[in-house]
């Protein structure tokens, strides 16, 4: 983008910048303020907590710090494999936390400063909707404002979900937020859902010496993903003797002082030190006075809005956690800078074809478009290549042999869906969304040199084998 271009859209209203106020500082709350900014509204954002939302304090960012931690650990256990001998390798979850700590305060100035830089005005406190231009802060310092503005954006996220009938104390049965910061990891420990937050937290604090069992009521961990997809992960988890139990329902939860028992629908009880419920998140609007304005939302207490972002009050906008989308933090932010383009005059649609979808775990899980399973059930006419990691040689040279390549195209051979199981899958994945979000087939994208010799090569390899082409193709053992 051009800077003539910020200056068309502010002109919108004349010579007056737009006023806009944004409630809630997250992913999608803070991308969309310093967008709005840059194209030359006057920005306020109402923040209760610290800046950076769930994402950078309790989400994405933490949890990914204290895996880092865990794979570092593994490396380090499997040095002499590369020839390295370490006399001992010692844990300290509590040194862990504390670089978690410094890096999340670190990004959380970064933030600030753009804040700053960019002109953003942050206000800490509760925002609450007063009419659709009227925003009021009940302010921490104890004063109380009332914002005045042209546009109001909601972004204020959501959190986690815990039932009654699991006795969340933040103690001994906690939620990822609070998991986030345990000093001293427990002795064992029911995760309750095997979704993303449940499997990489299982994992981290299994290599933390925890006994992890997971309880996950559907047919398989990652629900939302194919089933081989589940299964190769399933593999590494059983290695790590990591209990699973699919097809299983936790019926109750019993805090005594000497430990928790858990029912479970297989009639078997377990005992454990504590519990982590991960059973999934609630968009967060309590607080905004929705009623009062009339703001649409749907049976799960989700925002209702346009395609443009709109809600159905004029003028109010809403992103994120906060609305009918996936709850990912990339999501957000995209959603953030549309609605800001849209506040100030664009009519961008929110474009939600190609969201990727990641799991930290080792190995890592990344996948986009359609899984095999939706593909049928569309009635999609589909054909699939994949690749195994164990036949390349950058899998081999950094020891991570496991896992594979997938790719669906439809009948025209562009991608419509894709898997990674493996390696920096996470990050491998950026190919494979750009070619979902832009159609391209199979056949083109395979032409393309990639790097020797790089984990990328599986992708090119999968992209062959769809047309039965791959010359480094073996049998693909689970
Ligand atoms: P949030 O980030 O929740 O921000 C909302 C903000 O609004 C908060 O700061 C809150 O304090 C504030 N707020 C709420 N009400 C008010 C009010 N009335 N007044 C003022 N302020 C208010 N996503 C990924 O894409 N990748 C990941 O790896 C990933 N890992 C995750 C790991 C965990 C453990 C969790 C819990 C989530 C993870 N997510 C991940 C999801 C991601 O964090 C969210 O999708 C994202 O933060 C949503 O952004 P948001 O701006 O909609 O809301």
Do not use: W
């Not at 593994?74 to 670089?99: C, H, M, W, Y």
């Amino acid at each position: 983008m051009q800077g003539t271009k910020f200056c068309d859209l502010s002109e919108t209203k004349g010579m007056v910048k737009m006023k806009i106020t944004i409630i809630g500082g997250g992913p999608g709350g803070y991308e969309a303020a310093i967008m709005a900014a840059k194209l030359g509204a006057e920005v306020t954002v109402v923040e209760k907590n610290k800046v950076g939302g769930t994402c950078l304090n309790v989400g994405c960012i933490p949890t990914k710090a204290l895996l880092a931690s865990a794979e570092v650990l593994t490396t380090s256990l499997e040095a002499e494999k590369f020839g390295v001998f370490n006399d001992k390798t010692v844990v300290d979850p509590a040194q862990i936390i504390e670089r978690k700590d410094k890096l999340v305060s670190g990004l959380v100035k970064g933030i600030e400063f753009l804040f700053e830089s960019n002109g953003v005005n942050l206000i800490q406190g509760v925002g609450k909707l007063i009419d659709s231009k009227t925003v009021e802060v009940k302010r921490h310092d104890g004063g109380s404002e009332k914002l005045v503005s042209d546009k109001i954006l909601l972004a204020t996220g959501s959190v986690p979900i815990c039932p009654e009938m699991f006795h969340y104390d933040g103690v001994k049965v906690i939620t990822s937020t609070e998991a986030l910061s345990l000093k001293t990891p427990p002795k064992s420990m029911i995760v309750i859902g095997g979704g993303v937050i449940g499997c990489e937290l299982g994992q981290f604090f299994s290599r933390m010496g925890t006994q992890i069992t997971i309880v996950e009521m559907a047919e398989q961990i990652l629900s939302n993903e194919d089933e081989s997809v589940a299964k190769q992960l399933l593999r590494q988890f059983k290695r790590e003797k990591i209990k699973v139990l699919t097809a299983t329902r936790v019926t109750d939860v019993n805090v005594q002082n000497t430990g928790i028992t858990v029912n479970l629908s297989s009639g078997k009880t377990l005992e454990v030190e504590m519990v982590l419920l991960s059973i999934g998140r609630a968009s967060f609007s309590k607080e905004l006075n929705l009623d009062a304005l009339g703001i649409s939302t749907n049976s799960k207490g989700q925002i209702e809005v346009d395609e443009l972002l709109e809600t159905n009050v004029k003028g109010i906008y809403a992103v994120g956690d906060l609305i009918n989308t996936p709850y990912l933090a990339h999501v957000a932010s995209k959603e953030g800078t549309i609605a800001a383009e849209n506040m100030l005059g664009k009519n961008k649609t929110a474009v939600h074809k190609a969201i990727p979808r990641c799991v930290y775990t080792d190995p890592q899980v990344a996948a986009v478009g359609l899984t095999e399973k939706e593909a049928q059930q569309r009635g999609i006419a589909y054909k699939t290549g994949s690749f195994d990691f164990r036949s390349l040689g950058k899998a081999q040279i950094i020891g991570k042999i496991q896992g594979q390549v997938k790719i669906i195209v439809d009948e025209k051979d562009v991608i419509i869906g894709a898997s990674i199981v493996g390696p920096e899958a996470t990050d491998l994945l950026a190919e494979l969304t750009m070619a979902v979000h832009l159609g391209l087939t199979a056949e083109a994208l395979g032409d393309v040199i990639h790097p020797h010799p790089t984990l990328s090569e599986a992708i090119m390899e999968a992209l062959h084998d769809v047309h039965e082409m791959s010359i480094n193709k073996v049998e693909l053992r689970l």
